[in-house]
Every structure is written in C-alpha cells, then in structure tokens.
C-alpha cells in the first residue's frame, strides 16, 4: 500500500504562485504515473497534471502554460508549481498513482488510479 501526503497547500491572491508537493511512502520511480486532480465542492473532481515514469507529462487545458509538474526520485516527491493563479484554480488538489495504469493517469481517469492523498485546500483570492 503506497501512502501519498500532500503539503504546500494555502491560500495566494490571484496572480500569485504555489508549490505543492506529494511525498510518498514508495520511491516514485515505483510509479508508472503520478498526477494531480482537484475538486471543488459539487463538481467532479479533474485531472489537472500527470506525469509517467518515462518523462511524459499531461496538463488539463486550464492549466497549461502555468502549472508544471515534476518529480524527484531522490526525495520521493512530486511536485506541482503552480503560477499566475485564478480565483477558478481554487480547489482541494489530490496526489494519485499508479503502478500500471499509466493510460487511466494520463488521461486523467480517477477511476483507474490506485492510490490517493488525503487532499489539500488552494485558496485564490481575486
């Protein structure tokens, strides 16, 4: 059972940037994909990045040009820097892996995913 644990979570006025990160009791490397979803309250929780073992990444089209996700086998973390913040970015982020299903994660299926965080709330303030 692989643990993931979100931090960096807070709240930022719009414009502004966060770094969020997932740590987790496995090495990444163990992943064959890691992504970020997000969910507010009464919506479907979305994909927002992923990132497979072999270095391809996905962003969901909201994001691209300003989030960027990475990884760091020495640390066993991942990373989400978020930049240029909207008031829409505000959501309770969620970690998630897998150990195989890296076409569920880059596609953003939550269903496929194996393992979850507990969440972490962004707040954006306009």
């Known amino acids: 059972q692989v643990q993931l644990e979100e931090s960096g979570g807070g709240s930022v006025q719009a414009g502004g940037s966060l770094r969020l990160s997932c740590s987790t009791s496995?090495?990444?490397?163990?992943?064959?994909?890691m992504g970020w979803f997000r969910q507010t309250q009464g919506k479907e929780r979305e994909g927002v990045a992923a990132?497979?073992?072999?270095?391809?990444?996905r962003y969901a089209d909201s994001v691209k040009g300003r989030f960027t996700i990475s990884q760091d086998i020495a640390k066993n973390t991942v990373y989400l820097e978020m930049a240029s913040l909207e008031p829409e970015d505000a959501a309770m982020y969620y970690c998630?892996?897998?150990?195989?299903?890296?076409?569920?994660?880059?596609?953003?299926?939550?269903?496929?995913?194996?393992?979850w965080g507990k969440g972490i709330q962004v707040t954006v303030s306009s």
């Open positions: 998630t892996a897998t150990p195989f299903a890296t076409h569920y994660c880059l596609q953003f299926q939550s269903a496929g995913m194996d393992y």
């Open positions: 990132i497979a073992s072999d270095g391809r990444t």
């Open positions: 496995a090495s990444p490397a163990a992943s064959s994909c």
